[in-house]
C-alpha cells in the first residue's frame, strides 16, 4: 500500500498517468496473490520476508540513481516509529486480515486509508474535522458496515477478526501518514520508502519464523511466483512507479488516482480466485470509494 507524500505539485505530465495506472493495478493484484499465497506459506513470514528482500532491492534502485542512504541520528526514534506504523503494522494485519476475509473485501477496507488520515488529522495537525470530512467517515463506515453485514449474523462473526485486523492495518498507516507531515523525514523518496519497508519487516519476519514454522522449500512453482511478485512487484516497481507518478503529477491528483486500487483488488479476486461479486460487494465498494472521494476532496 502507499506512502503518502506531499511531492510532486508541479505540472501535469501524461507520463505520470502511466506510472500511477501501473503502481495501481499493481497493489490491487497484489490481494488475490496474498490470498492465493496463504495456501501455501502463513501470512507473516511470507509478507515478511518478502518485505526484507524487497528492501534491499529498493536500496539499490535507491543507490543506482543517486540517492543517499545515509540517515541522520536525530531521524532515527522517527523512522522507526514510522516505519512500525506504515510497514510493519500494514505488512502484519493486511495478511493476518486475508485468512478471515476474502480477497475483495481486504481491498476494499485498505482503501479506507485517506478517512483516517483526515480524521486523525484533527487532534494531531490541528485541522478541522469539516463537515465534508465528517460525511466521508460515515460513508466509508457504511461501506465497512455493509461488509460486515454479509451472510447473516454467523458469517459476520467470522469475518469480524479479518475486518479488525485490516483496519487497524489501515489506521496504522494512516497514523505514520500524519506523523510524517508533523514530522517530517528529510530523506529522499526511494532511498525512504527502503528503510522503512526493510525496518518495518524485521520484527514481522522474527514472529513469522518464531510461531508459523513456514516450509518455503515446499511451495510450488505457483506459489514462488506469487512470492516473487510480492517482492519485486508490490515492493519495487509499484514504489518506484508510484514516486515516478508523483514527480509528474500533482499530489491530490495521484492520490485520487489510487482509488483504482480496489477496485483492481475486487475484479481480479473473481477473476483469479472465483470470488462473487454481488450487490452487497458493488454496494460496499461503492459506499467506501465515495468516502475516500469526499476525504481527498477536503
Not at 115 to 136: H, M, Q, Y
Not at 173 to 199: D, E, M, N, Y
Request: glycine share 12%.
Amino acid at each position: 500500500m502507499t506512502i503518502l507524500s506531499e511531492a510532486g505539485r508541479g505540472r501535469i505530465a501524461p507520463l505520470g498517468f502511466l506510472f500511477l495506472a501501473i503502481a495501481s493495478v499493481g497493489w490491487g493484484l497484489n490481494f488475490p496473490i496474498m490470498k492465493q499465497l496463504l495456501s501455501e506459506v502463513p501470512p507473516l513470514s511470507s509478507r515478511g520476508l518478502a518485505g526484507l528482500v524487497g528492501a534491499a532491492a529498493l536500496a539499490l534502485i535507491a543507490h543506482h540513481r543517486g540517492q543517499r542512504l545515509t540517515v541522520p541520528k536525530p531521524l532515527w526514534g522517527r523512522l522507526i516509529l514510522v516505519s512500525m506504523l506504515n510497514i510493519g503494522g500494514w505488512v502484519a494485519f493486511m495478511g493476518l486480515a486475508l485468512v478471515w476475509l476474502k480477497a475483495s473485501d481486504a481491498a476494499v477496507l485498505a482503501i479506507t486509508i485517506p478517512v483516517w488520515v483526515a480524521l486523525l488529522a484533527w487532534p494531531l495537525l490541528g485541522e478541522t474535522v469539516s463537515v465534508v470530512r465528517g460525511l466521508a467517515l460515515l460513508v466509508a463506515l457504511t461501506g465497512i458496515c455493509v461488509l460486515l453485514g454479509g451472510g447473516g449474523i454467523s458469517v459476520s462473526l467470522e469475518k469480524l477478526p479479518g475486518i479488525l485486523f485490516a483496519l487497524a492495518g489501515a489506521i496504522g498507516v494512516a497514523f505514520g501518514t500524519v506523523l510524517t507531515k508533523r514530522f517530517p523525514l528529510t530523506l529522499q523518496p526511494i532511498a525512504l520508502t527502503a528503510w522503512q519497508v526493510g525496518i518495518g519487516c524485521v520484527p514481522v519476519v522474527i514472529v513469522g519464523l518464531a510461531i508459523e514454522q513456514p516450509h518455503f522449500a515446499a511451495l510450488s512453482p505457483r506459489g514462488w511466483a506469487s512470492m516473487a511478485y510480492l517482492t519485486f512487484v508490490q515492493f519495487c516497481v509499484c514504489y518506484v512507479c508510484w514516486f515516478a507518478a508523483l514527480e509528474r503529477l500533482p499530489a491530490a491528483t495521484a492520490s485520487i488516482g489510487t482509488l483504482l486500487v480496489p477496485v483492481v483488488g475486487v475484479l481480479a479476486a473473481a477473476a483469479m480466485l472465483a470470488e462473487p461479486i454481488g450487490l452487497r460487494e458493488l454496494l460496499a465498494l461503492a459506499a467506501t470509494l465515495g468516502g475516500v472521494a469526499l476525504a481527498l476532496r477536503n
